[in-house]
């Protein structure tokens, strides 16, 4: 079975430009997370959804932050505009919580991201 | 603020050795996971355990819940040079408290 997939798996852009980060959860799975992982704070809750509705987006560092999941299979992280402080590792992970499952996430690769 | 503190932050053995990483909180958790992550890599799920007391064994790695919840440990026998990687343990509270990891360096 395939895993998460995630898209680009490196990006580099200068402050200022837009970036897109996707996501392809393992299929079947009903809740997508997206984490912000660095050196000094870890790995960081962004955004959770439960069957495609975002239920939790607290970790979210500011407006220019943005999450979709048009449906079960593909979501995407936004960043408009970028700033030098948000590069990280960006990881999108999936689990399914149904039938009392005990909320374990399958990760994906992750997207290096370095804003110039 | 639900914290998971993990000690040691740092770990450099020599292969074969033994060594244990703790996982402590204030906070008791439904259940509680330990991931293992390689540089390039995300995290990977070793382990869920759910009990209070509850020791559960993989190869050489075993997991131990604290009997109110709030802890685990993971002990690692003659340790190999697959194991180096950074260990996160993470708290289930409806959402997952995530620790800072333990980065592990077994040496040859």
């Known amino acids: 079975d395939a895993g998460v997939i995630q898209s680009p798996r490196h990006e580099v852009t200068e402050m200022g430009q837009e970036v897109t980060l996707r996501c392809k959860p393992i299929s079947g799975h009903n809740s997508l997370f997206w984490y912000r992982q660095t050196m000094m704070r870890g790995l960081e809750l962004l955004i959770y959804f439960n069957n495609n509705v975002p239920i939790d987006d607290s970790g979210m560092p500011e407006d220019r932050f943005s999450a979709k999941m048009p449906n079960a299979s593909f979501s995407t992280l936004k960043i408009q505009p970028s700033e030098p402080r948000d590069s990280a590792v960006y990881f999108c992970?999936?689990?399914?919580?149904?039938?009392?499952?005990?909320?374990?996430?399958?990760f994906g690769p992750g997207t290096r991201l370095t804003v110039l | 603020t639900q914290l998971l503190e993990q000690s040691p932050q740092f770990l450099s053995i020599q292969e074969g050795e033994n060594l244990t990483v703790y996982c402590n909180s204030s906070s008791v958790f439904s259940s509680l996971q330990w991931y293992r992550q390689e540089p390039g890599e995300g995290p990977v799920l070793l382990v869920t355990v759910v009990t209070g007391g509850e020791v559960k064994k993989l190869k050489r790695l075993t997991f131990q819940f604290g009997d109110a919840r709030k802890d685990s440990s993971l002990h690692i026998t003659a340790a190999q040079t697959g194991d180096t990687g950074l260990y996160l343990c993470a708290g289930d509270t409806r959402k997952l408290i995530w620790g800072l990891g333990t980065s592990l360096a077994v040496n040859p």
């Open positions: 992970a999936s689990s399914d919580n149904r039938r009392g499952r005990y909320n374990e996430q399958f």
